[in-house]
Structure formats: structure tokens, C-alpha cells
């Protein structure tokens, strides 16, 4: 699932290319804007807020759109088109007088009145790459449940927003933490600040890299490592399957001797977790490697 870091990259590579232009012809290929038409709309802005995108047309009208698991914005250039394999991936075409964007594979996709864009995003806590982010309102929200798991309420987006599964685990690895430690054992303001700073780092540089090194297979402590050795320790990285109607127990690798605290019980874990040893969060979905220029982006 692209996180929040990940999303604001793609806003900005959208405005970089998008903003300005007029929109000459827009097709939904989703039941509930089938017949909406954006034609002749300037494209105004897109910005991020969280793991959500809005992207803004004059006459007040904005498109709300979430990555979620593998949702994906593609830009081409003027005159050109997405090869024909990618047909039933496209929930809209939007093609302006330059650029032409593509949304594929979006699981949320709704226009929205811009002075109602609250109803849209008004849940989320404060975001951590946003320009208006309040520390001290996200560490009240995340001691609303002092007892709830470290790693869950850091992913629960409505305490802060952007925060998605790699960056909660290597958080918590960082800090020392079992991921299931009670929020209240937590200095949350150094937690906070830590995951900030990180996803800040990520702005600037590619990938999304918390362990310093940018080379193949070492970027991460134990995000993606399951009964590897632990880079600091050496003792096998464990690892937890997500939780079926959990909404924030997500797929969770830690260290139990880096990371000392409760664990869950051996019955809920795997014994061998096979494919999901490997997790490439850096994509924004299994099929833009196919395409030239950088990720979630096609020239």
C-alpha cells in the first residue's frame, strides 16, 4: 500500500506536469461518475493529505482519490497513450491540452464540492508531511486508547495521517519496542518525530530507506525480513500475519530481542511466512516496472 510519503511525491509530480493545463476530454470508468464530464475544467492543484489525493478543477469541484493496496496514478505525454494491456486497469482517463493522467486499479475515485472537501478528509489526524502538522495534537489522539498496541495506533490514520505499515514497523524497531507495546509505554514524542523525520527523508530521495543504506535487499531493519537474521542482533526476525476483522493489525515483522515486550502467541503466527519475506512498498503496483520513467509515473 503506498504510505503518506509516497503519495506526496506522486501530488507533486502530478502538479509538476498537470497543474495549469485544461482538461480537453475526461472518461470514468466507474459506475457512479460514468456520465460526470470535466471537460473544459483548468486543473488547479493536487495535494496530498495523508494517503488521500485531491486534485482541484475550477468552478470549485475536487477529485478525491485513494491509493489504498495497489491504486496508481500514470502520466504519458502529449500525443501518447498507455499500452492497450493496461485497458482494464483504467478507472479514468483524464487528457488535457498537454500530459494525459491515468488512474488505474483506484479503489476511490469520487468528485466532491472543493468547500466540502471535509466530508472526504476531515476524519484524518494531523498529517505528518502537511504544512500545518500539530505533534502535540497527534501524540493526544494516540493516548485516546493508552492501552491499544504501539504499532496499531500509529497506523490508525484518524490519529495521524500517512503513517502506513512499513514505516510503523521500522518505527518501532528503531525505538526499541515490541510493536504490541501498550501506547502508554511509549514516549510518543520521540516515536512521533522519528517516523516524521524518516518519511521527510524520503521526499527528497528514492525509495523509502530507514536503515541508511540504499543498496538492494538493505534498506530496511525487518520490514520484509521474516526468519532473516536482525541486523543489529542476529536472532531470526519474526513475523505476524494481519488479523481477518482487525481493521489496523496488518502484517507485522519484529525483533524479540531487539524489541522486548509483550508478542502475540505462536498460534497466530505463521511458520513460514514464504512471499511476503519480500515486500516492495516503493512501487505503486505490480505492473508500472513496465513502464519508463519513474515509479507511479510514465512518460
Known sequence: MPEGDSVWKAARRMREQLVGRTVVRSDFRVPQHATADLSG????????????????????????THFEMDGAWQVV???KVLPRSFDDEVRLVLSTDGPTAYALRMPVLELVETAREDEVVGHLGPDLLGPSWDEDLA???LLREPDRPVVEALLDQRNLAGIGNLWAVETCYLRGHSPWTPVRAVDLHATVQLTRRMMRHSLEHPGQVTTGDTRRGRTHWVYGRAERPCRRCGTPVQFRDSVTGTPYSRETWWCPRCQPGPFPSLSERPTRPGSRRGVNEESFGSRTTRLSGRAGYAR
Request: hydrophobic content about 30%.
Open 139 to 141: 501524540v493526544e489522539r
Open 41 to 64: 475544467r483548468e486543473i488547479t492543484a493536487f495535494d496530498s493529505c495523508g494517503k488521500h489525493m485531491l486534485t482541484r478543477f475550477s468552478g470549485g469541484l475536487t477529485l478525491h
Open 77 to 79: 505525454g502529449q500525443g
